[in-house]
């Protein structure tokens, strides 16, 4: 049947690889596409291992789009280094701000990166700024991103001159991070029921809230196991 490629056939593969490569780089640059431009810099990471040129159009989406997949992984080769931009955490903070505020499937992600950033103040000059890490916490956490949510339950409970300790909030954003399958965020929810920390001592909750780590850890012990099987 026309239109079929034979995966069988070396050549023939190389040609609709090849072929791919020149349609996305045209939707990127002619057409001005940004979904292109992702679709061009995922083809030379995962089908060419040209990292450098990755990068350049990564920079590219990012900078002239906004792309917020783009800007985040542009954002973890600045990180990292990969493709031979410049190793900087300032630069990959940059980078994951700008993918956080604007709307995509990574968004979420970068909110946390940005939050862990500011959290260990690595990125900043100024040092640790527990009010950014709380502000990106929330982003995460509300787009459903339990170690956000776990993280800021953290900040919570530890306290800073610039966030107040807060047991019930802290109760509140560990109890969301359990309900999104978070181990330690079930452990620390049961803990505080039980000793009432932030809320009234609740005996049934505690205990509840205690199962659902057990259950979630088992879980994650049986997954490891299929893994390494």
Same mark, same amino acid.
Request: aromatic fraction near 10%; charged fraction near 25%; hydrophobic fraction near 30%.
């Given at each position: 049947?026309?239109?079929?490629? !034979?995966?069988?056939?070396?050549?023939?593969?190389?040609?609709?690889?090849?072929?791919?490569?020149?349609?996305?780089?045209?939707?990127?640059?002619?057409?001005?596409?940004?979904?292109?431009?992702?679709?061009?810099?995922?083809?030379?990471?995962?089908?060419?291992?040209?990292?450098?040129? =990755?990068?350049?159009?990564?920079?590219? !989406?990012?900078?002239?789009?906004?792309?917020?997949?783009?800007?985040?992984?542009?954002?973890?080769?600045?990180? /990292?280094?990969?493709?031979?931009? /410049?190793?900087?955490?300032?630069?990959?903070?940059?980078? %994951?701000?700008?993918?956080?505020?604007?709307?995509?499937?990574?968004?979420?992600?970068?909110?946390? !990166? &940005?939050?862990?950033?500011?959290?260990?103040?690595?990125?900043?000059?100024?040092?640790?700024?527990?009010?950014?890490?709380?502000?990106?916490?929330?982003?995460?956490?509300?787009?459903? %991103?339990?170690?956000?949510? %776990?993280?800021?339950? =953290?900040?919570?409970?530890?306290?800073?001159?610039?966030? @107040?300790? !807060?047991?019930?909030?802290?109760?509140?954003?560990? &109890?969301?991070?359990?309900?999104?399958?978070?181990?330690?965020?079930?452990? @620390?929810?049961?803990?505080?029921?039980?000793?009432?920390?932030? /809320?009234?001592?609740?005996?049934?909750?505690?205990?509840?809230?205690?199962?659902?780590?057990?259950?979630?850890?088992?879980?994650?012990?049986?997954?490891?196991?299929?893994?390494?099987?």
């Amino acid at each position: 049947m026309a239109g079929l490629i !034979n995966f069988e056939d070396e050549n023939e593969v190389k040609e609709f690889l090849d072929n791919l490569g020149v349609e996305y780089s045209y939707q990127c640059y002619k057409e001005k596409d940004p979904e292109g431009c992702q679709r061009l810099s995922d083809y030379l990471e995962g089908v060419k291992k040209n990292y450098s040129q =990755a990068a350049q159009v990564l920079k590219h !989406n990012c900078e002239n789009y906004s792309h917020s997949e783009s800007c985040y992984k542009l954002g973890a080769y600045h990180v /990292t280094g990969k493709g031979g931009v /410049t190793e900087c955490l300032k630069s990959g903070y940059a980078c %994951f701000v700008k993918a956080c505020n604007a709307k995509g499937k990574k968004s979420v992600d970068a909110c946390h !990166n &940005v939050g862990l950033l500011a959290h260990d103040g690595r990125a900043l000059e100024g040092g640790p700024d527990p009010v950014a890490a709380r502000q990106y916490y929330k982003k995460a956490c509300k787009g459903g %991103f339990a170690p956000s949510c %776990f993280n800021l339950s =953290a900040l919570y409970i530890q306290g800073s001159a610039e966030v @107040n300790q !807060n047991m019930s909030k802290a109760l509140k954003y560990a &109890v969301r991070s359990c309900d999104l399958g978070h181990v330690w965020g079930c452990a @620390n929810a049961s803990r505080m029921y039980k000793l009432g920390d932030g /809320t009234k001592k609740d005996e049934q909750k505690a205990e509840e809230l205690k199962n659902r780590a057990k259950e979630l850890h088992g879980q994650q012990k049986e997954q490891q196991l299929k893994f390494g099987e």
